[in-house]
């Protein structure tokens, strides 16, 4: 069985993030989880009384709405579908309920109501911070079939445990996996320890290796998703090292919004998840 949170601020954004997620993963042995956060004003602001209580009862009557929007979509169709409305940051709160859950994915969308892009808050900080892995899902994003997946190989190890969605996504759309090593130099070549590991843990799926070389690593990868015709790029944050520039704000939302390829972020993380 497999949990999917799916953030939700009521906006179409979200809704067709929340689309491409059901399309990916299906509905089969899969729960998905609706969440929406709310904060309320400043309760020392004593003219703001009672503005808590009537947040909250907004944001009730709002994901009732989502929840009937969700549930009349074919996609969802047969889906065990529930719902989560709380008080806090969002990133606390998905980080909270994933550990509650046990979740094993949370899909967003890069924009929220306004469309200009909430990569640098909402989205961004769930990206740099989540405890799970995160699907970053582009407005212009098609509901097709996922094909090809490329995954940047930072050459710094191979985690089994961070792969896992990685790997579960592959063999549910029958992809193949394509490793991007992006080179620093014109000497420098994957380690080739390496390569047998992951030869070894992606034996399930198709795979290969390519290169490119660029100091620009964001550039590089968007270079190599075209260049492979590539339906979703997914990247391992282990929050230091080489790749830890494509989580800067401005890197990210070159990264993710302004592309029509979702971005799969894993995370490194202990079995226990702690």
Not at 218 to 235: N, P, R, T, W, Y
């Amino acid at each position: 069985m497999v949990h999917i949170l799916l953030p939700t601020d009521f906006s179409d954004n979200s809704l067709h993030a929340a689309m491409y997620g059901a399309r990916l993963l299906g509905t089969q042995e899969v729960t998905y989880t609706l969440v929406h956060t709310y904060l309320d004003a400043d309760p020392t602001v004593t003219s703001w009384a009672g503005m808590a209580e009537s947040l909250y009862k907004a944001a009730v009557d709002g994901m009732k709405d989502w929840e009937g929007r969700i549930r009349a979509s074919e996609l969802f169709e047969g889906a065990t579908v529930n719902t989560e409305v709380l008080y806090g940051p969002l990133t606390n709160m998905l980080n909270e309920l994933g550990k509650e859950k046990k979740a094993d994915l949370i899909v967003m969308g890069t924009e929220g109501h306004s469309g200009a892009g909430i990569m640098g808050s909402n989205a961004g900080a769930t990206v740099k911070h989540s405890k799970i892995p995160v699907l970053v899902v582009p407005n212009r994003a098609e509901l097709r079939p996922v094909t090809r997946i490329l995954y940047a190989d930072d050459q710094k190890g191979v985690e089994v445990a961070g792969t896992r969605m990685l790997l579960h996504i592959a063999l549910r759309s029958m992809s193949e996996i394509v490793l991007a090593h992006v080179l620093q130099n014109p000497d420098d070549l994957p380690d080739p320890e390496i390569v047998g590991m992951y030869g070894e843990l992606l034996q399930a799926v198709p795979h290969r290796f390519i290169a490119g070389e660029g100091k620009d690593v964001a550039g590089v990868l968007d270079f190599l998703a075209e260049k492979e015709g590539a339906d979703m790029i997914a990247v391992l944050h282990r929050h230091t090292g080489f790749f830890e520039s494509l989580f800067r704000t401005s890197t990210a939302k070159r990264l993710a919004l302004h592309t029509n390829l979702p971005l799969l972020v894993l995370q490194a993380y202990d079995t226990d998840r702690s």
